[in-house]
């Protein structure tokens, strides 16, 4: 089992930007697929990008390409989310997610796959 624990979230004037990190404790996280979701007010939790368990692999939804980008460093037990141009529809709790894979090298998208889950942490973006 691995514990995830977001932070880096806070608020932010449109155009800003954020780092947000998801550090992992208990297991080999190395061997973890690991994903960054949101949910805003009154939505349903949405998929934003995910990471393989070596970084080679990246996927991230449309309307976060060329503005966000996810990031591990595996030595640090850690996964980041660097947010740039940041928009107030952005706005949302964050939250990182883990599945563990063993020796493969692929993604998820689809947060039913995950099965490890942060707290969250808040990102508000004012215009």
């Known amino acids: 089992q691995v514990q995830l624990v977001e932070s880096g979230g806070g608020l932010v004037q449109a155009g800003g930007s954020l780092r947000l990190s998801c550090a992992a404790s208990?297991?080999?996280?190395?061997?973890?697929?690991v994903g960054w979701f949101r949910q805003a007010p009154g939505k349903e939790r949405e998929f934003v990008a995910t990471i393989s368990r070596t970084g080679g692999n990246t996927n991230y939804v449309d309307f976060v390409k060329g503005r966000f980008t996810i990031s591990r460093d595996n030595a640090k037990n850690s996964v980041y989310l660097q947010m740039s141009s940041l928009k107030p529809e952005d706005t949302a709790v964050y939250y990182c997610?883990?599945?563990?894979?063993?020796?493969?090298?692929?993604?998820?998208?689809?947060?039913?796959?995950?099965?490890?889950w942060g707290q969250g942490t808040q990102v508000t973006v004012s215009s």
């Open positions: 997610a883990a599945k563990e894979i063993g020796y493969s090298n692929i993604f998820y998208e689809n947060q039913y796959e995950y099965d490890y």
């Open positions: 208990g297991r080999t996280f190395s061997n973890y697929a």
